[in-house]
C-alpha cells in the first residue's frame, strides 16, 4: 500500500514536493513511479525510479520535477519545480516489483494557478 501526501495549491512557478510512503516489505527492490490525472484525460506517466536508482520521466517535466527515493524511510519523492498550470492534476504514487502487478495510490491534488 502506498500512500500520497505534499499536495496542494502553488503559483506558476512555484514549487511542490510529494511523498510517497509504502508499507510492507522489500521497499529497496521495488521501483517507484508517479502517475497524473488531469481532468477529462487518462492518467499519463511522470516517472520513475529503480531499486537501482535508475530514472525516467516524461518529456513534458525534464529538467523540471526530480524524482528520489529513501529506504531508510519507505518513501518516494517527487520534487517539482518551475510549475505550470498545464501540471495542474491528481498525481499518484505507484510501486511494483519484477513480474508483479502494479499498486496506485489514492493520489493528491496539485493545483497551480495564479
Known amino acids: 500500500q502506498v500512500v500520497e501526501s505534499g499536495g496542494g495549491l502553488v503559483q506558476p512557478g512555484g514549487s511542490l514536493r510529494l511523498s510517497c510512503k509504502a508499507s510492507g516489505g522489500f521497499f529497496s527492490s521495488s521501483t517507484m513511479g508517479w502517475g497524473r490525472r488531469a481532468p477529462g484525460n487518462q492518467r499519463e506517466f511522470v516517472a520513475s525510479?529503480?531499486?537501482?536508482?535508475?530514472?525516467n520521466y516524461a518529456d513534458s517535466v525534464k529538467g523540471r520535477f526530480i524524482i528520489s527515493r529513501d529506504n531508510t524511510k519507505n518513501t518516494a519523492y517527487l520534487q517539482m519545480n518551475s510549475l505550470k498550470p498545464e501540471d495542474t492534476a491528481v498525481y499518484s504514487c505507484s510501486q511494483e516489483w519484477p513480474g508483479t502487478a502494479r499498486s496506485w495510490g489514492q493520489g493528491t491534488q496539485v493545483t497551480v494557478s495564479s
Open positions: 525510479i529503480t531499486g537501482d536508482n535508475m530514472t
